[in-house]
Each structure stands twice: as structure tokens, then as C-alpha cells.
């Protein structure tokens, strides 16, 4: 069964922490984004990446920077956190087809920040 | 801006087919319209996608009209499982996944 994890479902965090979220794939695919989800917005993207150390910055990358230094785990760091972006963090990974087709998703890691 | 329009909510008895529409007017002509859908709590989940031509699979039937200007996402016998916000999903010019706020579908026994 293909599988998409995130290192966490729930996490806390304080204004000004470094915050890691991790995500690793077992599909092989070339292609890995995040994207965030507020309520009534819908998921927005902040980065993704068509191969091992390549990011492109998505709608809303301000905030946030990735690492991709091996195929199946991209990572989403948020050097000093602040209370906008509490949110639920979304991690997918597709093929390398364009238009992304089926995107497969993580369970989300829903971040809190005090 | 999210290249779809669709209604907030829906209700569908448990049984029925639930019928979800989607509007994209703007959505140029090779660009693919996807459905997804999101359970509570879980991330989203690919249903199905197309161009022109209907389509169907396991989950779900897909009815574009020849103008491609909607479409409607067919469940022929919605399940209480079938509860979930169902997102209609144009891309852009990268083809990145646009999002909006999706439909949400209540099924009821």
C-alpha cells in the first residue's frame, strides 16, 4: 500500500522556535510538495520540488524554506515561527507527469504556535 | 483565484447518486479538471480527473460538458463514507493545483 507520513499529526510550538516538519514517501516519486490549510481557504502552496535538491517556491513560500536531499523525504522548516502559521501542514508526492494528476497525501500535521 | 466555482454544501441520501457540480468558464483548453476529496482529519484523496471525454473508475463517474465550461462528479450509491469535502480543481500555468473551498457533501441515512 503506497504511503505518504509526516513525521507528526500534532505539534505545539512556541513564536520564534525553528520548527521541522518531515515528510518521506515509499512511491518513488519524483515530485513532493507542502501545502498549508486554513479553514475556508482551501490548500495553498508554499513549496515543491520535481527532484532531490530542487525547490520551486508555490503561492505562499514567505515564512517557510524546504530541503530535499533525498528522494523520498522533503522537509518543511519554519525558521522562527509565529502564530500565523498555525495551520494543518499537508505533505503530497506524485509522479513526474504534468498537471500532477494524482497527488498522494500524508495525514497532515496539524501545528500549533503559542 | 481558484479557477472553479461550487456550491458549499450538499445533502444526498444515503443510496442515491450524489451529484457534485463545478463551474470553470476560465479553465483553458488542455488543462485537466481533477476531483478530489477530504474525510475529516485525513489528508486529501485523488478521485478522478479528465479533458473532454467523460470518465469513469472504481469511485466515481466524471460528466464534462462539450463546452468544458463545468462539469459534475457522479458517487451512483453514496455511502455514510462518502461524507467528505469534495474539491473540483483547475490548474495553473505550471500545472499546479489550484484549490478553492470545495463542496461539502453530507450523506444521510
Known amino acids: 500500500d503506497v504511503k505518504v507520513t509526516q513525521s507528526s499529526r500534532y505539534l505545539v510550538k512556541r513564536t520564534g522556535e525553528k520548527v521541522f516538519l518531515e515528510c518521506v514517501q515509499d512511491m518513488d516519486h519524483e515530485n513532493m510538495f507542502w501545502y498549508r490549510q486554513d479553514p475556508g481557504l482551501g490548500l495553498r502552496l508554499i513549496y515543491f520540488?520535481?527532484?532531490?535538491?530542487?525547490?520551486e517556491k508555490g503561492d505562499i513560500p514567505e515564512g517557510y524554506s524546504v530541503s530535499r536531499e533525498k528522494k523520498e523525504r522533503f522537509s518543511l522548516i519554519l525558521e522562527s515561527a509565529s502564530t500565523n502559521q498555525t495551520s494543518m501542514y499537508l505533505c503530497a508526492s506524485s509522479l513526474p507527469s504534468k498537471g500532477g494528476h494524482e497527488q498522494f497525501f500524508g495525514p497532515g500535521t496539524r501545528l500549533t504556535v503559542l | 483565484d481558484a479557477k472553479t466555482t461550487q456550491p458549499t454544501s450538499m445533502d444526498c441520501a444515503e443510496g442515491r447518486a450524489a451529484n457534485l457540480p463545478c463551474n470553470h468558464s476560465t479553465i483553458s483548453g488542455n488543462e485537466y479538471v481533477y476531483w478530489y476529496r477530504q474525510i475529516h482529519s485525513q489528508g486529501p484523496q485523488y478521485i478522478i480527473h479528465?479533458?473532454?471525454?467523460?470518465e469513469t473508475n472504481e469511485m466515481a463517474s466524471l460528466i464534462i460538458t462539450e463546452d468544458r465550461k463545468s462539469s459534475t462528479l457522479i458517487l451512483p450509491h453514496a455511502t455514510l463514507r462518502d461524507t467528505a469535502v469534495y474539491y473540483c480543481?483547475?490548474?495553473?500555468?505550471?500545472?499546479?493545483?489550484?484549490w478553492g473551498a470545495g463542496t461539502k457533501l453530507i450523506i444521510k441515512p
Open positions: 520540488s520535481y527532484d532531490v535538491k530542487m525547490k
Open positions: 480543481i483547475g490548474a495553473d500555468s505550471n500545472y499546479q493545483l489550484i
Open positions: 479528465g479533458l473532454k471525454n467523460n
